[in-house]
Each structure stands twice: as structure tokens, then as C-alpha cells.
């Protein structure tokens, strides 16, 4: 999904990822935000940009971890719709940390595509 906020990173956002509560810690967030990443490295992008909640640490540490550092612009608040099974739709607010990488050619540390949009 592309998104943009004013100050915000022009390219490939990763939005919407989670990994259902008996699942985490098995390396599953991992394996989806890698292939985000190969994707948009794969399209020719250097950055990929993601959100998370300031409420989220485990996931906050995740992304630091993969290597994601803050965009530095502050918090970011919005919100996202929850659509249930019955067909109501509920809606959330949420504030967020923003983070950025810079993406190489390889996990080898290669430099960035030098034709990244």
C-alpha cells in the first residue's frame, strides 16, 4: 500500500501486518517483513517504511532489530477500520512510531539500487 504524511518518505509502505497472538515469537514476523522487503528491492525501491503502534513494543523492537530506524518526524496519529464477520465495521484510532530502511541488494550489506525510484 502507498501512503504519504507530510514529511513522510515517498515510496513502498509495509501496512497491515500481524501475526495472530499463538503464533508469534516463531519468526513469522520476520519471514513477512523480509519479503516485503525483497519485493520492493526486487521493484527497484531503496527505503521501505512502516508503522507501528506506540502501544506494540514487541513488534517496535522486531523492526529495530531487522534493522528499521525512527524517520524522525515524530508520531503519527490515524486510524484503520476492523470489518467483523457480521458485517459491522468498527473504527480505531492509533498513533504511530514511523520507521525506515534503507534496503541493499543482498542481506551481504551491498549498496542500494542505484535506479530506486
Same mark, same amino acid.
Request: aromatic content about 8%; proline content about 4%.
Given at each position: 500500500m502507498w501512503s504519504w504524511w507530510p514529511g513522510s518518505v515517498a515510496g513502498p509502505w509495509a501496512t497491515c501486518t500481524e501475526v495472530h $497472538? *499463538? %503464533?508469534? +515469537?516463531? =519468526?513469522i514476523g520476520t519471514t513477512i517483513i523480509t519479503?516485503? *522487503? =525483497?519485493?520492493?528491492?526486487q521493484l +527497484? %525501491? *531503496?527505503?521501505?517504511?512502516?508503522g507501528v503502534g506506540i !502501544?506494540? $513494543?514487541?513488534?517496535? /523492537?522486531? &523492526?529495530l /532489530?531487522? +534493522? &528499521?530506524? !525512527?524517520? =524522525? %518526524? =515524530?508520531?503519527?496519529?490515524t486510524s484503520y477500520?476492523? &470489518?467483523?464477520p457480521d458485517g459491522t465495521v468498527r473504527r480505531f484510532a *492509533?498513533?504511530? %512510531?514511523v520507521l525506515t530502511k534503507t534496503l541493499t541488494h543482498a542481506s551481504d550489506g551491498a549498496e542500494p539500487n542505484p535506479r530506486a525510484h
Open positions: $497472538p *499463538e %503464533h508469534r +515469537g516463531r =519468526g519479503a516485503a *522487503e =525483497g519485493l520492493a528491492r +527497484g %525501491h *531503496e527505503k521501505l517504511a512502516l !502501544d506494540n $513494543p514487541r513488534a517496535h /523492537r522486531l &523492526y /532489530r531487522l +534493522g &528499521y530506524t !525512527d524517520w =524522525g %518526524h =515524530g508520531t503519527v496519529a477500520a476492523s &470489518y467483523l *492509533e498513533t504511530l %512510531h
